[in-house]
């Protein structure tokens, strides 16, 4: 996988994952900006949060994608410039998902206090046992934004995702609104490189 794909690979699974969490926890309205780095790949995005919705704006090798998921519908939308446009994929709730914020074998640790970007956290080690395999993820709270993880990991430290510069409040509606025209995919990765068809 070259370095675009892998960055939008791990984008979409921190989407996916904020969703499964937003899902079972009230997650908080903010603006902040995202910094996701995997192994060599390193992108920052502009995230929108509603508390409801978020929207992520980037570039990636001087293309503009914008991101939009539903928690409550469990939906992504994913807007690109011509040929491929708007793709729509539902993102439904997996418990086996490491950062999900429940399911079975949902276990949460409190290791401590730490200071990330300024803001006082409190870090925990979360791990999901399914099927006898075990999931780890570790996130720094801040106490100051409403229990915002502004930094999150897995145990492997396969990626690093972080928030920096969070303003509480709500953001423009108009930011989560989504065109009408898109198309809908099975598999969103697939469908960047496939024709689209209508729904």
């Given at each position: 996988?070259?370095v ?6 791990v984008t979409?699974?921190v989407?996916?994952a ?14 902040a ?11 920052t ?6 508390g ?22 469990q ?6 410039p011509?040929?491929?446009?708007c793709?729509e994929?539902k993102?439904p709730?997996d ?18 206090a730490e200071?990330?970007?300024?803001h006082?956290?409190?870090k925990?080690k979360?791990t999901?046992v399914i ?19 502004v930094?999150?990991?897995?145990d ?11 303003v ?8 989560f609104?989504?065109?009408?025209d ?9 469908g960047?490189g ?6």
């Amino acid at each position: 996988m070259n370095v675009s794909r892998r960055l939008l690979a791990v984008t979409f699974a921190v989407v996916a994952a904020s969703s499964a969490r937003a899902a079972a926890l009230e997650m908080p309205a903010f603006t902040a900006d995202q910094e996701i780095t995997a192994g060599e790949a390193k992108t920052t995005s502009k995230v929108y949060s509603s508390g409801k919705r978020m929207r992520l704006e980037q570039n990636l090798q001087g293309n503009k994608m914008t991101s939009i998921a539903d928690y409550t519908q469990q939906k992504m939308w994913v807007l690109m410039p011509p040929p491929v446009g708007c793709i729509e994929q539902k993102v439904p709730f997996d418990p086996k998902d490491p950062s999900a914020a429940s399911g079975p074998g949902y276990e949460e640790e409190k290791l401590g206090a730490e200071t990330i970007d300024g803001h006082p956290t409190e870090k925990y080690k979360v791990t999901t046992v399914i099927d006898g395999k075990t999931y780890v993820t570790y996130q720094w709270r801040a106490t100051d934004l409403k229990g915002l993880p502004v930094k999150v990991t897995d145990d492997a430290n396969s990626y690093e995702a972080v928030y920096k510069n969070v303003v509480l409040g709500n953001p423009d509606p108009k930011l989560f609104e989504v065109p009408k025209d898109c198309k809908s995919f099975g598999n969103l990765m697939q469908g960047m490189g496939a024709p689209p068809t209508n729904q």
